[in-house]
Structures are given as structure tokens and as C-alpha cells.
């Protein structure tokens, strides 16, 4: 018997660190495909650490702990292998990149997402030289582009500027959704760790989100504000606290921080 699921990503045991300073303490968390948590926390507790090691970013170290994904343990994977499977972060600030319009660079990551990752064919492409890829013929990725512009409402402009350049943080964040409409995760991970977000960017995150959820994508909505979980309801919500979970319950929970603030969790954990 298998000990994972395809329809699950989960995290065991996680501790991670950057340079001598612990952060990430034994996080334990599964997200079951079609379930939406939250993650919310106070500031520094560690739900930006767990987002960037779940997608790989170098400068953490994990020290212990495995992070399960279709029968992988993806910490043995190079970033760009978790998004092929799957795995896929919207950035509170993405990077922008003069010169790349949104839909040519939409279409070099959907064509990346499609080829998708194989461990087993591991090893057989020559190394040193790019792979040979067709592509997606642009007509064709044109058409399933504006079914995603469609359902998100996104104009024919957007898409031909480029990257971030000049984009409002509405519009960055308009972009970040549209990529993961086009990506099509199976495991979504949002950090919306900012107060600088307003109404109608978080509208945008919400109305994008709840238009992608589906039995095929499990998601993570990092947050720190109730108001983000009025427009997204969580199926779980988890609190994190100096690199742990602490708390995990249903979206009364999140109703409760909002009221109280985290000290009385944190009292209880600690008298506990
Ligand atoms: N690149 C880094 N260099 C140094 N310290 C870091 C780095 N990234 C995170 N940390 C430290 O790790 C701890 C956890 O940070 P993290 O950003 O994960 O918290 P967070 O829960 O996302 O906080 P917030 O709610 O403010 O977004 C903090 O003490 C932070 O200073
Ligand atoms: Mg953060």
C-alpha cells in the first residue's frame, strides 16, 4: 500500500532554517485536493517560510521532514519541477519583466506546465542543451488563454503589456491569478501576507480563486485578515505560531481571531 494519495499534499514533520536561526519548528499539514485552508498567524511566524520551501526557494534549509506530493518528496526537486507537477505560488510581489508581454509569457509557462514533470524519463534528455519543444502553436493557446480571460474577466489589453511593468498592485495581482487559471494547479499556495492589499485587489484574489476551485486544486490562502476569508470561505483554517500549527479548526476559527486577536491561543498553547 502506498502511504500518500495523488489527491494530497502533505507535510510532515517540516523544519526549516536560514542561516543559524530555526523558523519553521515541525510544521504538519495535508491539503486534500478540492479543499481550500487558511493559514493565518501573527507576523513573523513563519506562513511566508512554509509557502517559499513548499515551492523551493534556496535560501531556506530544510533541516528535517518531508513534503509529500504525488508519491514525491518534492524537497528533492528543483523549483521549476514543482510547478511542472503541479505546485504553484501567487507572489505578494512579483517580479516584473519589461519587454515579455503577459500572454507570451503565459504561454511559455503553460507549454512548461503541459510537459509536465516525469521522474522516471529522469536522466534521458542530454544535458548541457535546452530540450527540442514545439510549443504550443500561439492560435491555439490564444484560444484557451481567453476562455481564463473570460472567467476571470480580464480585458484583450492586459494581456498584451508587459509583465508587471507599471502594473497597479491590483493589476499584479490580477496577473498572478490569471497565471494560475492558466497553469491549472493541483496545489495553490497564496500569500497575501500584505495590509497593503485593498478592497478591489482582494476582491480580484477571491473572485479568482473561487472561479478555479474545483475537485481538481487544493489550496493554501495565507492571510492575515478575516476580511480576505469573508470572500473565500476556508473548508479549514490553521494557525501558525514561532514555526508551528498550533490551532486548526473551521471557518469560526478564523471568526474568533478576528474577535479576540491570537493572544488568548497563544496563552493557551503555552500553559498547555
Ligand atoms: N530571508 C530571510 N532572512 C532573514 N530572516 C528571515 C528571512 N525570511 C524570514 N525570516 C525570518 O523568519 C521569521 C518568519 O518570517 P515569515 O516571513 O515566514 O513570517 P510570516 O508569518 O509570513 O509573517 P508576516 O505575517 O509578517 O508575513 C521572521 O522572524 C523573519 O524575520
Ligand atoms: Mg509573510
Given at each position: 500500500m502506498p502511504e500518500y494519495s495523488d489527491d494530497e499534499l502533505i507535510i510532515?514533520?517540516?523544519?526549516?532554517?536560514?542561516?543559524?536561526?530555526?523558523?519553521?519548528?515541525?510544521?504538519?499539514?495535508?491539503?486534500?485536493?478540492?479543499?481550500?485552508?487558511?493559514?493565518?498567524?501573527?507576523?513573523?511566524?513563519?506562513?511566508?517560510?512554509?509557502a517559499n520551501v513548499i515551492m523551493g526557494n534556496p535560501v531556506y534549509q530544510v533541516t528535517q521532514g518531508e513534503v509529500i506530493f504525488k508519491g514525491l518528496n518534492i524537497l528533492d526537486l528543483?523549483?521549476?519541477?514543482?510547478?511542472?507537477?503541479?505546485?504553484?505560488?501567487?507572489?505578494?510581489?512579483?517580479?516584473?519583466?519589461?519587454?515579455?508581454?503577459?500572454?507570451?509569457?503565459?504561454?511559455?509557462?503553460?507549454d512548461a506546465?503541459?510537459?509536465?514533470?516525469?521522474?522516471?524519463?529522469?536522466g534521458q534528455q542530454p544535458t548541457g542543451e535546452a530540450p527540442k519543444r514545439k510549443g504550443t502553436p500561439p492560435s491555439v493557446f490564444r484560444k484557451t488563454l481567453q476562455g481564463k480571460m473570460d472567467l476571470?474577466?480580464?480585458?484583450?489589453?492586459?494581456?498584451?503589456r508587459y509583465l508587471n511593468d507599471g502594473f497597479s498592485g491590483g493589476e499584479k495581482k490580477r496577473a498572478?491569478?490569471?497565471?494560475?487559471?492558466?497553469?491549472?494547479?493541483?496545489?495553490a499556495i497564496l500569500d497575501e501576507t500584505d495590509s497593503g492589499l485593498d478592497i478591489d485587489a482582494l476582491r480580484i484574489v477571491a473572485e479568482g480563486v473561487?472561479?478555479?476551485?474545483?475537485?481538481?486544486?487544493?489550496?493554501?490562502?495565507i492571510t492575515h485578515y478575516q476580511r480576505l476569508l469573508n470572500y473565500i470561505t476556508p473548508d479549514i483554517v490553521h494557525v501558525m505560531f514561532k514555526g508551528q500549527i498550533i490551532?486548526?479548526?473551521?471557518?469560526?476559527?478564523?471568526?474568533?481571531?478576528?474577535?479576540?486577536g491570537y493572544e488568548w491561543l497563544i496563552g493557551e498553547k503555552i500553559t498547555e
Open positions: 510532515r514533520d517540516l523544519h526549516a532554517r536560514i542561516e543559524d536561526k530555526e523558523i519553521l519548528r515541525g510544521v504538519n499539514l495535508t491539503v486534500k485536493k478540492g479543499e481550500t485552508h487558511a493559514l493565518m498567524g501573527p507576523n513573523g511566524s513563519g506562513k511566508s517560510t512554509l528543483s523549483p521549476d519541477k514543482r510547478a511542472r507537477l503541479g505546485i504553484f505560488l501567487a507572489f505578494q510581489y512579483p517580479a516584473s519583466v519589461p519587454g515579455v508581454t503577459v500572454a507570451n509569457f503565459l504561454r511559455r509557462a503553460y506546465r503541459k510537459e509536465g514533470y516525469d521522474p522516471s524519463k529522469e476571470l474577466k480580464v480585458n484583450n489589453e492586459f494581456i498584451g498572478e491569478i490569471l497565471q494560475m487559471a492558466v497553469l491549472e494547479p493541483e496545489f473561487n472561479a478555479l476551485r474545483g475537485p481538481g486544486m487544493g489550496s493554501l490562502v490551532k486548526t479548526g473551521d471557518k469560526q476559527l478564523a471568526l474568533e481571531l478576528e474577535e479576540k
